[in-house]
Antibody, heavy 121, light 107 residues
């Protein structure tokens, strides 16, 4: 089973830039699509963005102007960058594999451990 | 964007009960519908994918049905460890939206 380990700064000031990285083990970036999902305090899950194995990215509309995904194939890692953060960006951020096979549909079957992020002055 | 609704938003149940949670999508998602369980302080866990397929390692008391826009998660014989929040999610088209969640707590 693929394992995802994520890290990044957990405390940010407003207007700062959030950078999170997710490392893939027991699997390869080239095998799947990879997403970032977040959860604000006492709120539900929100899909943020995705990068496919070929490097194509997609972003939720509300964050499109501030978010960017990148990949380091040599390290089997992918990263999320969210600029101009505000208190509304506070929450837990997860990386996840968006897996499918030839006969089954996509699903988020493996998740990172989550990174708590707090934006405060 | 595909909008997701779940009902009920919360329910109280006892160990051994049969629990049913409904998810409705604003347009057909062709069974690209998944269910997750979330407990406080823990990572969300995939239960059901493709509308009705049980994820490996998930107990068989969990089942999913549905098609087009209407889907159901059923827990047959609720166990103590099943008290949690449940989310549906569509992987048919981006943005890959989640439902608002259903909290299952102790009656």
């Amino acid at each position: 089973q693929v394992h995802l380990n994520q890290w990044g700064a957990g405390m940010l000031k407003p207007s700062g830039t959030l950078l999170l990285t997710c490392s893939i083990s027991r699997g390869s970036f080239s095998d799947s699509s990879w997403s970032w999902i977040r959860q604000a305090p006492d709120r539900g899950l929100e899909w943020i963005a995705e990068i496919t194995h070929s490097g194509v990215t997609d972003y939720t509309a509300s964050l499109r102007s501030r978010v960017s995904l990148s990949v380091d194939m040599s390290r089997n890692q992918f990263s999320l960058e969210l600029s101009a953060v505000t208190a509304a960006d506070t929450g837990i951020y997860y990386c996840a594999r968006h897996w499918k096979t030839e006969t089954t549909s996509r699903r988020f079957d493996s998740w990172g451990q989550g990174t708590p992020v707090t934006v405060s002055s | 964007d595909i909008q997701m609704t779940q009902s009920p938003s919360s329910l109280s149940a006892s160990v051994g009960d049969r629990v049913t949670i409904t998810c409705r999508t604003s347009q057909g998602v062709k069974k690209n519908l998944n269910w997750y369980q979330e407990k406080p302080g823990m990572v969300p866990k995939l239960l059901i994918f493709g509308g009705s397929l049980l994820q490996a390692g998930v107990p068989s008391r969990f089942s999913g049905t549905g098609s087009t826009t209407d889907y159901t998660l059923t827990i047959n014989g609720l166990q103590r460890e099943d008290f949690a929040t449940y989310y549906c999610q569509q992987s048919y088209s981006a943005p890959f939206t989640f439902g608002p969640g259903t909290n299952v707590d102790v009656k």
